[in-house]
């Protein structure tokens, strides 16, 4: 009552704080399957800072639905959804000149391996060890003219 008393006697005739809203721009994954989607999340109409109910790398999502809870200090509750896309492009190596070049490959995907990028030259096959694939890809490449 003391409340109300205060409030009419200051001529205000209402106390309101703004609605928590989230807003979620998504970003579909780079490649087919992989953890590359992410979303840039926008609290509005926040008192303080916004915690959300999620431990997930917002940098590093799979395609999928989500959706989880933001709170403010006040404790206004705001739920947040969106969809990451998956795209269909396959990931992989896209320079032939590289060991591990996969010609499926249509976005690369940063995992080139080249000659000058191996401390054991030796291990033609780049897979960290010198062994019986190795040798099979030197038989393979036996007698091929350079130009």
Same mark, same amino acid.
């Given at each position: ?8 006697? @200051?001529?205000?005739? &209402? /106390? ?7 807003? !979620?721009?998504?970003? +579909?994954? #780079? ?24 431990? @997930?790398?917002?940098? &590093? /999502? ?7 809870? !933001?709170?403010?200090? +006040?404790? #206004? ?71």
């Amino acid at each position: 009552m003391r409340t109300l008393f205060l409030c009419l006697f @200051l001529g205000i005739s &209402a /106390l309101s704080f703004a609605q928590l809203t989230v807003a !979620a721009n998504a970003y +579909s994954t #780079q490649c087919s399957g992989s953890a590359t989607g992410l979303v840039e999340l926008t609290p509005d109409g926040a008192v303080g800072e916004v915690t959300y109910s999620t431990n @997930l790398n917002l940098n &590093a /999502l799979l395609a999928g639905d989500y959706s989880f809870e !933001a709170q403010d200090e +006040s404790g #206004q509750v705001a739920t947040v959804s969106f969809t990451i896309l998956d795209r269909p492009e396959t990931c992989g190596c896209t320079y032939p000149l590289a060991f591990n070049y996969d010609l499926a490959a249509e976005v690369d995907n940063g995992s080139c391996v080249f000659a000058s990028d191996q401390s054991c030259l030796a291990d033609i096959v780049p897979d960290g060890v010198v062994g019986t694939n190795d040798l099979l890809q030197l038989l393979v490449e036996f007698g091929v003219v350079c130009e």
